[in-house]
């Protein structure tokens, strides 16, 4: 039997905590979103190059990944509240150390320990947790609905937040801010952002923590190490996969797409807001249709069906002539690239434990960062030579489209429990 009909009342059945965690996710995608506008802009306006910009990039995302793997694969026994807090604080820590030194060291110091998103996607600990609350919270039949709801949240939140992260800086310079200060101002509204996120943290229940089980449960004794045991060979196959996926992502992330349309068209930082507003709104409009289509041919088809053409696109945007048409066919691109987001996420929790589910997202979130923190190296050296500055979006379509094949391999046999029911 296939995913259950779209659940119309799957909001409406949504507890205090389920909307807290809307919230959250909506107030840190804005952050995001407005960040990743303006970042290597207001890195390279500080007088760092761009292939120090790549590499502190990189080392933020190998630091995210630490700081992701040690919180998310202890959550379950930690508390789930207690991470999501340490990294609001992270978060506001990071923004705050960004927007106040131009010192190259301390710039990677802070990237490493704290959280910092390049590309206006999810980094840290905050999905990986608030996936296993959310799952915990609602049923298997609605799960997808939620989490489609959930991805569109975070889309429009990003959406929202790049249009203003293009806006501000162009607004303070009619007064007269210099365009470092004017970036600046984004960079603090980050770290601002990060404090108002861990307040609300503050205000989940404990219902949201994992129900545990007595220490002579025999699942218990079969766990191994980061809080995985009969889940570990799927979930590392799917971390093997996602992070090929999200390594050819990162040649595209949102900070150095912002840059290509400034190197290759003039564009300025409100055209850029404006550009990934309309992105990121198609992106998450996207994400609803991905549970209507999930219901009639499973998850695993619907993840690849939907990105398989998006990754066409992606490669055909730098091909086109014109400004117009570079944002025409990125639109598009964005209008179906999402929808393996919320199916993917699903999919995941869906096929591991219960108990298991925090380390899961987190093991596999990890493997997404890490993918996505190697390639921002090579996209600096690469925007460093001006006939290169394009190659990013072939190999990035490439990549993926060998994604698309090999998860559409492995996986389509063995689909989540409530479509084999």
């Keep these: 039997m296939r995913v259950g009909a779209l659940n119309d009342h799957a909001l409406s059945n949504l507890t205090r905590d389920g909307w807290l965690l809307f919230l959250t996710r909506f107030t840190r995608l804005f952050a995001y979103g407005a960040l990743s506008v303006v970042l290597v802009l207001y890195l390279t306006g500080l007088g760092l190059s761009t292939s120090q910009t790549g590499i502190l990039l990189s080392l933020t995302l190998v630091g995210d990944t630490c700081v992701s793997l040690f919180l998310t694969t202890r959550a379950d026994r930690f508390g789930r509240r207690r991470v999501l807090i340490i990294g609001a604080l992270l978060m506001a820590g990071a923004g705050l150390t960004f927007a106040f030194t131009g010192s190259l060291l301390l710039l990677i110091i802070a990237g490493t320990i704290g959280v910092v998103s390049p590309s206006g ?13 959310l799952s915990q919270v609602v049923s298997n039949r609605s799960r997808t609905t939620v989490f489609a709801w959930y991805t569109l949240a975070g889309s429009f939140a990003t959406a929202i937040g790049s249009l203003c992260g293009g806006l501000l800086p162009s607004t303070m310079r009619r007064f007269a801010v210099t365009p470092v200060g004017s970036y600046r ?153 999402q929808m393996d987001v919320p199916t993917r996420q699903s999919y995941t929790m869906a096929v591991v434990h219960p ?60 689909p989540p429990p409530e479509e084999a029911e």
């Design 185 to 337: 101002a984004v960079v603090i509204l980050y770290a601002v952002t990060g404090i108002f996120l861990g307040l609300f943290f503050t205000r989940l229940t404990r219902a949201v923590e994992v129900i545990t089980k007595s220490k002579g449960n025999s699942l218990a004794g079969k766990k191994q190490s980061f809080g995985l045991g009969r889940s570990r060979d799927v979930v590392l196959r799917l971390s093997a996969l996602f992070a090929l996926d999200s390594f050819g992502g990162g040649f595209v992330a949102q900070s150095f797409a912002a840059y290509w349309f400034y190197l290759r068209f003039g564009v300025n930082p409100a055209t850029l807001g404006a550009i990934f507003f309309g992105a990121n709104v198609f992106a998450g409009v996207s994400a609803l249709l991905a549970s209507r289509l999930a219901s009639r041919i499973g998850l695993v088809r619907t993840m690849v069906f939907t990105h398989l053409p998006s990754n066409v696109l992606l490669i055909l945007v730098p091909l086109m002539p014109t400004l117009s048409l570079a944002i025409s066919v990125l639109l598009l691109r964005f209008s179906i690239s």
């Design 121 to 133: 996607n999810e980094v840290g600990p905050f999905l990986s947790v608030e996936q296993a609350a």
């Design 355 to 414: 108990e298991e589910r925090s380390a899961a997202a987190g093991i596999t979130g990890v493997a997404r960062t890490i993918g996505a923190s190697i390639a921002p190296v090579f996209v600096g050296l690469m925007f460093a030579r001006p006939s290169l500055i394009s190659l990013p979006f072939f190999i990035a379509g490439t990549l993926k489209i060998i994604y698309d094949l090999l998860l559409y391999r492995g996986f389509v046999t063995h």
